[in-house]
């Protein structure tokens, strides 16, 4: 059974700096794709962002293309999600998803706010 557990949302003002975490378990780890998709207040689902089970291809939104970071470490079954130069827009509920795109099995989520 595939588990996926969100961490380290918060609150931060525009500008600032989060990363986020997201240990897995219940598959393979290394052998998929992961992603990153949010979901602002009153929006649909939007994929943020994508990485290769090798983690040597990625791929992002243009919304957040060189503000945000995804890597993963395969010895620790974890993706993260380094986010910098934060701004209101990107305020959402982050979740963490199996596979490439938006589709897949995600996380509960992890909320991040950005306000000053």
């Known amino acids: 059974e595939v588990q996926l557990v969100e961490s380290g949302g918060g609150l931060v003002q525009p500008g600032g700096s989060l990363r986020l975490s997201c240990a897995a378990s219940?598959?393979?780890?290394?052998?998929?794709?992961m992603s990153w998709v949010r979901q602002a207040p009153g929006k649909g689902l939007e994929w943020v962002s994508a990485i290769d089970g090798g983690g040597g291809s990625t791929s992002y939104t243009y919304s957040v293309k060189g503000r945000f970071t995804i890597s993963r470490d395969n010895a620790k079954n974890t993706l993260y999600l380094q986010m910098n130069s934060l701004k209101h827009e990107d305020t959402a509920v982050y979740y963490c998803?199996?596979?490439?795109?938006?589709?897949?099995?995600r996380g509960q989520g992890t909320q991040v706010t950005v306000s000053s």
């Open positions: 998803a199996h596979g490439w795109g938006s589709s897949g099995q």
């Open positions: 219940g598959f393979t780890f290394k052998s998929y794709a």
